[in-house]
């Protein structure tokens, strides 16, 4: 009986003949540094700049098929997340390091997944050698041969690609050049901290009363999802998983004078980021970091698919909103995130001349 197992080996064996690498795994006489990933917006511990050699980075990723809530009015999302979280977990090295990742598919799960790094080169970006069914688990290798920020995803094949990706399988790899980040002109550019914010565009479907339905797998909820992915009309549109991931209590901080690095990914759709208050004061707006940063930008633009980095040092104290400035999407579908700024307030910068008062009554004279 020719099994779908079967023609998964088949296919992997298909893929390994034509992509066998020129040294096996042992070959590779470099230093290993295992990282503990976590999760979004935070990013784990790393060097800016390295004056060490290339090295081989281990990343561990488990995907987790999972029932989430993603809005104050109690929706449920049958998500399938890498490591738990939407999005996945950034992952920083750098250039001329190697990832080794492994991939693992509990035998809870119910879906094959795999995983598709923009970032690497051949085989699909990994996807056609990642391809694992619940139970198993695959270590892939790549070489970090391209600097910037970079969107990886599922990609099982077929109509499953893209909602895999829209049900949260999506996150992002830093890849830093050596020497560390620089304005393009010479001059080093550092940061105080780095947030990592995934887009996640949402379609989730209604009953013939206008509620969002529920479902216990998904499974379940193929069907009418895909009726309404294809609408290309989005549910909701939010940052890092549900609406208010990263507003209120969970707003991201900083300190006047700090320069913070905004890492951005959008896995399926076109964003404008918008810091109100703030500016881009350098912008990776392709998110190639070969390529000058842009200056004092007020928008920038996300490609479908992509990612991008922009760094600001904030200068004035209080709750600055990062948003998509869609502004539909910003405030009615879930797209606002929160800054919180600690610091001395700066009359120079801005200051109000006159406090709200009635207007006073014509002149007469």
């Not at 990263?246 to 707003?251: D, E």
């Not at 913070?260 to 980021?273: G, K």
């Not at 980095?309 to 009615?332: D, S």
Request: glycine share 10%.
């Amino acid at each position: 009986m020719f099994t779908r197992r079967a023609a998964l080996i088949s296919a992997a064996a298909t893929a390994l003949m034509l992509a066998t690498p020129a040294f096996a795994a042992s070959d590779l006489k470099l230093p290993r540094q295992k990282v503990e990933l976590v999760a979004p917006p935070f990013v784990h511990a790393h060097e800016q700049a390295t004056t060490q050699g290339p090295k081989i980075v281990e990343f561990k990723l488990t995907v987790q098929e999972k029932k989430v809530v993603i809005d104050d009015k109690g929706t449920t999302f049958q998500a399938m997340t890498f490591n738990g979280s939407m999005p996945g977990p950034l992952m920083v090295v750098h250039e001329g390091d190697y990832v080794e990742l492994t991939l693992v598919n509990p035998a809870t799960n119910t879906m094959p997944h795999n995983i598709d790094f923009h970032s690497a080169t051949g085989a699909l970006g990994g996807g056609e050698l990642t391809l694992i069914n619940p139970g198993e688990q695959v270590i892939l290798r790549w070489k970090a041969t391209k600097t910037g920020v970079f969107v990886y995803h599922c990609a099982p094949g077929g109509p499953m690609i893209p909602w895999h990706v829209v049900s949260g399988m999506n996150g992002a790899v830093m890849v830093l050049p050596r020497d560390g980040l620089s304005d393009g002109k010479g001059r080093a550019l550092k940061y105080d901290k780095v947030y990592y914010i995934g887009e996640q565009d949402m379609y989730v479907p209604r009953d013939e009363k206008g509620n969002f339905k529920s479902y216990e797998s998904p499974g379940e909820a193929f069907t009418e999802t895909e009726e309404v992915m294809n609408k290309l009309i989005p549910t909701h549109v939010v940052f890092n998983g549900k609406v208010g991931a990263l507003t209120g209590k969970n707003a991201l901080t900083a300190k006047v004078g700090e320069n913070v690095l905004i890492v951005h990914s959008q896995a399926n759709r076109d964003s404008r980021p918008h810091l109100i208050g703030g500016h881009g004061d350098y912008v990776w707006e392709t998110g190639k970091f070969g390529n000058a940063p842009e200056v004092g930008l007020e928008t920038w633009f996300i490609r479908g698919g992509s990612a991008g980095a922009a760094l600001y040092k904030f200068q004035q104290p209080g709750i600055y909103a990062y948003v998509t400035h869609n502004l539909i999407e910003a405030a009615n579908l879930g797209a606002t995130a929160h800054f919180k700024v600690e610091g001395k307030w700066n009359d120079d910068l801005m200051t109000q001349v006159k406090a709200p008062a009635e207007i006073p009554p014509a002149s007469t004279n």
